[in-house]
């Protein structure tokens, strides 16, 4: 039985049996292998070969199965998109061997597919034929502008004088076209009119008045749309709803008188991210003409045709002009609708003024489908491959079938043509939505002091994705700079951050009511000011535009849309001190309305725009404590507290926002799938904290397409210059998409906030008036006393509003701080610096003790007549009209404030400006009557 054992060797064993290795060797003598013993032949049986049999099948079947999938494989084609291949680049916006057209750049545009010229009178007679042989594929002309004549006018002419030779040129030549009429209107019945006009020139309707060309006898037939052409400065103050009513209203004019053609709109690309987002916008989306001079043109929403640039030679497209417009007709490859899904689904939403394609999931095992507006392969489409950036956030399917994996996460959805040439991405958001909110407040017309600057808050801001970034108000002045520009310089600085809107209280009105709305369009968002009102009852900033007049405003509130998630907000002043304490020079003073019924009014306002989430912006000076409960009552979310610091939970979250540049407070907005929102406190980001993230911003090098050009929060359109000149590169791998962004806006507001600097130096030796002897006599009163003199004219012309039971009160004018000029050229630092440096004129109560000590400080005048005598105040407390330098040296426990008379230096610019005819005249101090101590002895 021994025998017949059968013996297993591994490779090795076996090896070193042959080689005689091992005891083995020692066995068979020096050199001889031991002798293999001999083995009895086996008998063989049935049940033996029949294993075989079967192992060998199984074999068989394990290959077949094998070259089966390996033959699946490569007839199912590639597992992923080729290489786009443009070919050979042509020149600027023309088409190469391949068919794709080219931008300055030399990058290939595989979207445009058609490419036009846009013409007016302004291009002269166009040789068409020449346009057609250079590639023009298409034509939009200006058919007009304006309405039509109504007969009364003489001289009227409004139609296009090339209208009908282009119109004609093109329908011959076999060249398809549109018109578009550049639009004027402000009302519907405006709008009718621009109607009548164009089905005139379409040929629709006869001429309603003498002398108006006559279409009717060969109406053309467009192959384009009509555009209404929406960019004149003189509808730059129509709230969105209300332009597309006046669209409305002249489609639906044009429809009733014939046109069944497309219809479209034609507008700049900062009008279309500003007031497209209304719905009323919707009939028109597909036929939008957008025009952005650029490589490219940075919008993803829907849209038809692209105005890429307006200074392409004239002569290469046969016209007289010196340049002329270029177009595209564009097919971008794009989401469409979500097919079908078990979850909340936002897509595409409105996301920092740009359309985003988003897709929200309630949570694991959540799903939706994403399609495209590729048509499929059965009809003339390519393949789409789908990938995404974080299978365990969630997974995609060749169908465009995302399923959640995780209860919470972020991750990028890619779909990418077969033939590689365009890809675009969803971003995929799952579980709860955070959506950060920064503040600042009583910045005090500071940009930047020796730790932080707003560059830092505009890195904050957009590193930090979601977030919104607004101010509380108290910033617009308080410094030399602020009160030399009017706090223009602030606001400039709000658009250089990337501000999204900032609300503005009692105090911000120091240069008045006007200076605020003409100055308003320097900030990157809307301004806000919900209760304070003029004197005919309207808002302050009732159709305050800003962003080069492509936003519009009710100055009331205002809706800021993110991830999907509509955050509205309003402000409040405090009413006291607009009604009982401001007094504004040559303006008019402000009031406020009740601070309870204006939050009442502005949350019903809100709500009724379908808003997720309601933010109050207590301006300083607001008791927020004791509106707290009303507030939450009304359904406020949050506050924004601009008296405080300090941020807590009472009955409302407030966020203490009044920190200067020592901090930004924070809180987060989680909007949950439930449908709620949440309101999670945050540590306020403290200026250390700014300026130890500020190295990030410094080292991190902005891509090569980038390096030259930070993206403008307040205008995506304008490039900037890079800050500094030395290489801080850091590998572009290492950087995620928030530090790229919080780099770029770092580099971008630095450079504006130097810009600035550099403008208020100039500014500030800039000559404002001539200061010059009096010729008619040897001795003047001192610039002191005319200060003074001027502090007492103030006061006593707004007698009537002083509180009940001062207005027959004797007061005294205190001038403090001032120095003398010098007779010649004064500039506006000069000035700055003859006056107490960002002080303010106000009427205040001080006891008799007080007021007397304060007058008889080094340095503090009266008015020329008081001065020739010692100051005796009549009665235990006194009036006194100075400025709050002066005031300083008693301290603000000595004194209540009445009446506030605004900014010194802006006080006594528009009184020299008055006296001296707009500064055409010189400026002269009066003639003292006689010799006093406070006489000018020059």
Not at 56 to 74: K, N, P, Q, S
Not at 374 to 388: A, L, R, S, V
Not at 790 to 802: G, K, M, P, T, V
Not at 911 to 929: K, R, V
Request: glycine fraction near 10%; include cysteine.
């Amino acid at each position: 039985m021994a025998d017949e054992r059968k013996v297993y060797r591994s490779p090795a064993r076996a090896q070193r049996a042959v080689s005689g290795a091992g005891p083995a060797r020692q066995q068979g003598g020096a050199g001889v292998p031991p002798r293999t013993p001999k083995q009895p032949p086996r008998k063989t049986s049935k049940k033996r070969r029949s294993r075989a049999v079967l192992g060998l099948c199984a074999a068989c079947l394990v290959l077949v199965i094998v070259l089966a999938v390996v033959l699946t494989r490569c007839s199912a084609g590639p597992t992923g998109p080729a290489k786009a291949d443009f070919g050979t680049p042509a020149a600027a916006w023309q088409k190469n061997e391949l068919g794709y057209y080219f931008n300055e750049s030399g990058e290939a545009m595989p979207a445009a597919v058609l490419k036009g010229i846009d013409v007016s009178k302004y291009q002269g007679a166009v040789d068409w034929e020449k346009a057609k042989s250079n590639g023009v594929d298409f034509a939009i002309i200006r058919c007009g502008f304006g309405g039509e004549w109504d007969g009364q006018e003489q001289g009227w002419n409004q139609d296009d004088p090339q209208w009908r030779r282009n119109a004609d040129e093109c329908t011959r030549l076999g060249i398809p076209f549109g018109a578009y009429i550049y639009s004027y209107a402000t009302t519907e019945d405006e709008a009718r009119s621009e109607a009548d006009h164009v089905a005139r020139l379409l040929g629709l309707v006869a001429p309603p008045q003498e002398g108006l060309e006559d279409y009717t006898a060969a109406p053309y037939r467009l192959s384009y749309p009509v555009y209404y052409d929406l960019e004149d400065k003189s509808i730059s103050g129509i709230f969105p709803d209300e332009m597309a009513a006046i669209t409305k209203a002249f489609f639906d004019r044009l429809t009733e008188l014939g046109y069944t053609g497309k219809q479209g709109i034609y507008a700049s690309l900062n009008w279309v991210r500003a007031r497209f987002s209304d719905a009323a916008f919707d009939p028109w989306r597909e036929n939008l003409w957008i025009a952005r001079f650029a490589d490219e043109l940075g919008y993803t929403g829907t849209y038809d045709m692209w105005q890429c640039s307006y200074s392409e030679p004239g002569a290469d497209y046969g016209v007289e002009s010196e340049t002329v417009d270029i177009d595209f007709v564009m097919r971008p490859f794009a989401f469409g609708e979500i097919s079908s899904c078990n979850g909340k689904t936002a897509t595409p939403t409105l996301l920092n003024d740009t359309r985003q394609t988003e897709l929200h999931l309630d949570g694991k095992d959540a799903y939706a489908n994403l399609t495209t507006n590729q048509p499929d392969e059965e009809n003339g489409g390519q393949k789409i491959f789908w990938t995404t950036s974080d299978k365990s956030v969630a997974t995609v399917d060749k169908h465009g079938l995302v399923r959640a994996k995780a209860d919470s996460g972020e991750c990028t959805i890619t779909a990418t043509l077969a033939d590689g040439t365009e890809s675009i991405q969803c971003l995929v958001r799952v579980g709860d939505i955070t959506v950060p909110i920064f503040a600042t407040g009583s910045l005090a017309g500071q940009r930047a002091n020796d730790n932080v600057s707003l560059a830092d808050v505009a890195a904050l801001k957009a590193s930090t994705p979601d977030s919104i970034l607004v101010d509380a108000g108290g910033s617009l002045h308080g410094t030399t700079v602020a009160s030399m520009t009017g706090g223009m310089d602030m606001l400039s600085s709000f658009s250089a951050a990337g501000y999204d809107l900032q609300a503005f209280g009692a105090e911000d009105l120091a240069y008045g009511i006007s200076r605020l709305r003409s100055d308003a369009n320097m900030g990157s968002g809307p301004s806000l000011a919900a209760n304070l009102r003029d004197s005919d009852g309207a808002a302050i900033f009732y159709r305050s535009t800003s962003w080069n007049r492509n936003r519009i405003t009710n100055g009331m509130n205002y809706v800021i849309t993110r991830a999907g998630y509509r955050i509205g907000f309003f402000s409040l002043a405090d009413a006291d001190t607009v009604n009982n304490k401001i007094g504004l020079v040559n303006e008019e003073t402000p009031f406020a309305n009740d601070l309870t019924q204006t939050a009442s009014e502005q949350v019903a306002a809100l709500q009724a725009q379908g808003v997720d989430a309601i933010i109050c912006i207590a301006t300083p000076g607001v008791d927020t404590a004791a509106l707290q409960t009303t507030l939450k009552d009304l359904g406020v979310t949050a506050i924004v507290d601009g008296s405080s610091s300090a941020s807590g939970q009472d009955t409302l979250y407030r966020a203490g926002a009044a920190l200067g540049l020592d901090g930004v407070a924070r809180f987060d907005l989680v909007f949950t799938q439930g449908g709620g929102v949440a309101v999670r406190g945050a540590d306020t980001v403290t200026a250390d904290t700014l300026q130890a993230s500020r190295s990030t911003w410094e080292s991190l090098t902005i891509t090569a397409d980038d390096t030259q050009t930070g993206g403008d929060a307040a205008d995506p359109d304008k490039d900037t210059e890079a800050v500094g000149g030395k290489d801080t590169s850091t590998p572009a791998e290492t950087v995620d998409e928030a530090q790229q962004q919080g780099a770029e806006a770092y580099a971008y507001a630095a450079a504006k906030l130097a810009g600035l600097d550099a403008d208020d130096q100039s500014i500030y030796y800039t000559p404002l008036f001539t200061y010059a002897a009096n010729p008619d006599a040897e001795k003047t009163i001192s610039f002191a006393n005319y200060l003074a003199a001027l502090y007492q004219e103030i006061a006593e012309n707004d007698r009537d509003h002083w509180p009940e039971g001062w207005t027959g009160s004797e007061f005294t004018a205190l001038a403090g701080n001032v120095g003398e000029p010098e007779y010649g050229d004064i500039s506006r630092g000069t000035l700055l610096d003859l006056l107490p440096k960002a002080a303010r004129v106000q009427l205040v109560s001080v006891s008799a003790d007080t007021a007397r000590t304060l007058a008889g400080l080094d340095g503090v005048s009266r008015t020329y007549q008081e001065s020739l005598s010692e100051y005796e105040p009549a009665g235990d407390t006194v009036l006194i009209v100075t400025d709050t330098q002066t005031l300083a040296a008693i301290g603000t426990e000595n004194y209540t404030v009445l009446r506030d008379y605004g900014d010194v230096y802006w006080d006594v610019r528009m009184n020299i400006n008055d006296l001296t005819e707009n500064f055409t005249t010189d400026f002269i101090l009066p003639e003292a009557p006689r010799y006093g101590v406070g006489r000018n002895n020059k």
